[in-house]
């Protein structure tokens, strides 16, 4: 009897102290959150190893304190636990963002460079959004890409910088869907349909036209998502340079510009953790397996699958092959800094 006291007695301790879960949960969430709460640590160790600065560049502590307390929890709501993924994340970040300099893709240009140079410890955004404004004749009309109607619009925002108009339409279905409780948040759509003029279905692409975003509109309100429509897709361009900024004050009603930079990475990492291509490389610490992740998040091409001939010993010319090698030792410095902490 004193016995069944004692155990009566030490479950509502328990319960006091942790609540109603079990313990082998909270252990599991302790680990997890163990596993995380250095990654500013390690991120800021790989920074600097990779640009050899010996105190971290304004330009890229700004970034970095802008996004390292929603980086560490969404690490853990996306499930990156294991230190190589985590490394692989980390590589593709840092180059995807030039080390942290930018959250939205633009022109080294005399704005952006001033930008760089300021003294101030957090990134003036309205100069910010200005710098971006002027790059966007560059994107329309000069771009190499621009004629195939990627322009502005739809450059690369976010740390893993989104492009192309059903990457966007992909993480904001999610993001309404997660924000309404529905079972597709799980899912990764990028695939979305309309009707044409002469009412055949077509599929989004790359860029999509005003008349096209409305009508994602209503096929988002038509299944009840209240997150997307109008402004997030109506007035696409002005509210995605807004989501863009790395400053924890901007965004929207709907979604702060914090949440958008760092989930709409994480987003796009959980479709190369869904890819029967990728995930098993996600795990593994090999040349293939960065080349492997770096086609995941960059685009499948040739020189990729070619990544045995490429010397990263030397200096490379080409703009993929550098892109490997640049990420192949983010990759490798990443994983140093994770495992030594």
């Not at 994107?139 to 989104?162: A, T, W």
């Not at 997150?227 to 901007?250: G, M, N």
């Amino acid at each position: 009897m004193n016995s069944f006291k004692g155990l009566f007695i030490y479950t509502l301790i328990s319960i006091f102290i942790f609540g109603c879960q079990p313990q082998e949960e909270l252990e599991k969430e302790e680990t997890n959150r163990d596993q995380v709460t250095s990654m500013g640590a390690a991120l800021s160790c790989s920074l600097k190893a990779i640009y050899g600065e010996d105190k971290l560049s304004l330009r890229r502590l700004r970034t970095l304190r802008f996004i390292e307390d929603r980086l560490t929890q969404s690490m853990v709501d996306y499930g990156i636990q294991s230190k190589i993924e985590q490394a692989h994340y980390l590589s593709q970040l840092i180059h995807e963002s030039d080390g942290l300099s930018a959250t939205v893709e633009r022109v080294i240009g005399p704005s952006w460079r001033r930008l760089f140079g300021g003294s101030e410890e957090k990134w003036n955004c309205d100069e910010y959004l200005g710098a971006v404004d002027e790059d966007d004749d560059f994107f329309d009309n000069r771009y190499v890409f621009s004629k195939n109607s990627y322009k502005s619009k739809f450059r690369g925002r976010g740390l893993i910088q989104l492009t192309g108009c059903f990457n966007y339409l992909g993480f904001y279905y999610h993001r309404s869907s997660k924000t309404e409780g529905q079972l597709s948040a799980n899912s990764h759509k990028t695939f979305f349909t309309y009707k044409d003029d002469s009412n055949r279905t077509v599929q989004v692409g790359m860029f999509c036209s005003n008349e096209v975003l409305e009508k994602m509109d209503g096929y988002f309100q038509g299944m009840g998502l209240e997150l997307s429509p109008f402004p997030l897709i109506s007035q696409f361009e002005v509210t995605s340079d807004e989501l863009a900024l790395p400053c924890k004050d901007r965004g929207l009603r709907e979604m702060s510009s914090t949440e958008f930079v760092v989930d709409s990475s994480l987003w796009y990492w959980k479709k190369c953790q869904n890819s029967t291509k990728t995930r098993p490389f996600l795990k593994s610490s090999t040349p293939r397996a960065v080349a492997e992740v770096t086609q995941c998040v960059h685009g499948r091409h040739p020189t990729y699958d070619d990544f045995e001939k490429i010397d990263c010993r030397k200096s490379q010319s080409g703009f993929r092959e550098n892109s490997y090698c640049k990420r192949l030792e983010a990759f490798e410095l990443a994983l140093n800094c994770l495992n030594s902490r």
